[in-house]
């Protein structure tokens, strides 16, 4: 059962913040959370595996920090618009950050693609946090300080991923969303951060193989750590990432035909058995 936070914010002053994270039982979710582990923030651990959720909770606790664990399902509208029901009745509507991290990818040539895997991963990766937003937003803009939504995107949002056309398409329409948002809520004190991650060592990329090298979860949590402090609204965690993504933006054309050329050599892909 998820708990409420035993402390409570004194007076007028919010000096301890609330974050609540999804996918947070392992991977690049985990490693954000136990980054994020300090006696200032009080941690709200989502996901659906309640005994990882808890592993993450005992280290966020070792490192002196706060957790409570929510056991939610993401793949539906109803399992998100439960999730934000819960958030908010267990922070008292006092939610400081919000972290959209939870997300799956479908590794399938496009050609030979199951269509509701594909709709599920839409609903995980773009819809989900979209119906999260539009429930929890209206009470974050309220909070002292504004509010501080960090959505966790992917690099193949800028660029061609054959292999995983659909998973692109969702991170696109996620980077998309933010972008929006941010000149429609201009007025309104809410910082709309993205994360792009390159490839990284986590349990989704666990069957990929590359001649490029992954990134650990444990460096993404940390740029996500920096992206809850200094409230940018990009971030593309490592220097080869973000040359990728100034190459693939400012010469499209160019990148497109290089990646299409060396493809096998430049984007991690399953091997068949
Ligand atoms: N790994 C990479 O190379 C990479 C690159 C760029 C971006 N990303 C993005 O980073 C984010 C985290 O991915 P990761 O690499 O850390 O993958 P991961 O290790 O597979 O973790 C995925 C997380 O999402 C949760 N999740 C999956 N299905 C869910 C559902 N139906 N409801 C609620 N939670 C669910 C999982 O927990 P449960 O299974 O317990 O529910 C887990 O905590 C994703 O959005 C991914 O697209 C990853």
Redesign the pocket.
Known sequence: MAAKFTNTVKGNVHTVKTIAI?????????SAAIALASPARRLVL????ED??RQTQAQVERRGGQAIVLP????SRK?AELCSKLLLERTDGQLDVLIL?????NHSDFLNSNLDAIEYELR??YL?PLVILRQCLPHMVTQPDGGHVVC?????SLMPFPGEVS?AAS?AALLSLLRSLRVELRHQPVTLTTV??????????SK?RSLLP?MS?ER?GISIVKAVEERPHLVIPGISNRLAARLFRTFPGISDRLLARFASLLV?SVKQP
Not at 22 to 29: E, K, L, P, V
């Open positions: 999804t996918g947070a039982s392992r991977g690049i979710g985990a989502m996901a659906r595996s990882k959720l939610v399902d993401l793949s399992g991290n939870a997300g799956i990818s995980l990766n989900s966790v995107g992917s690099l193949a998973y991170k792009l991650p390159g490839y990284t060592a986590t349990e989704m990329t990929h992954a979860s993404v991690p």
